[in-house]
């Protein structure tokens, strides 16, 4: 089983279980690096949770909080810039 399939499960039942009276959803990458993978990660947690609202049928989606942590010497300001406008 790859990290995908076992993060895709690990969202599909949080989903089920808390997704219909979830008005913010926050996401914690306690690992993350300061390159444009970090936005790869976070990218396919949003598709995933996107998914699952419509899977469930669910019309309003909440809001999405991404809190981003790692060493001090990584340039957080770099992620930024790789957002789109």
């Known amino acids: 089983m ?3 399939h076992a993060l895709n499960r ?3 039942g949080f ?3 808390n997704l219909a009276e979830a ?3 926050r ?3 306690l690992g993350c690096a300061s ?3 970090t936005l790869l990660a976070v990218e396919s947690i949003i598709d995933s949770i996107n998914r699952e609202c419509h899977n469930l049928n669910i019309l309003k ?3 999405i909080q991404v809190f ?3 060493l001090m010497s990584n340039d957080f300001n770099s992620i930024f810039k790789l957002l789109p406008s």
Request: charged share 15%; with cysteine.
């Open 2 to 4: 790859n990290v995908n």
């Open 23 to 25: 008005e913010c959803i």
């Open 68 to 70: 981003l942590n790692d």
């Open 61 to 63: 989606l909440p809001n």
């Open 10 to 12: 690990s969202i599909r």
């Open 35 to 37: 390159g444009p993978n």
């Open 15 to 17: 989903c089920q279980a």
């Open 27 to 29: 996401v914690a990458d």
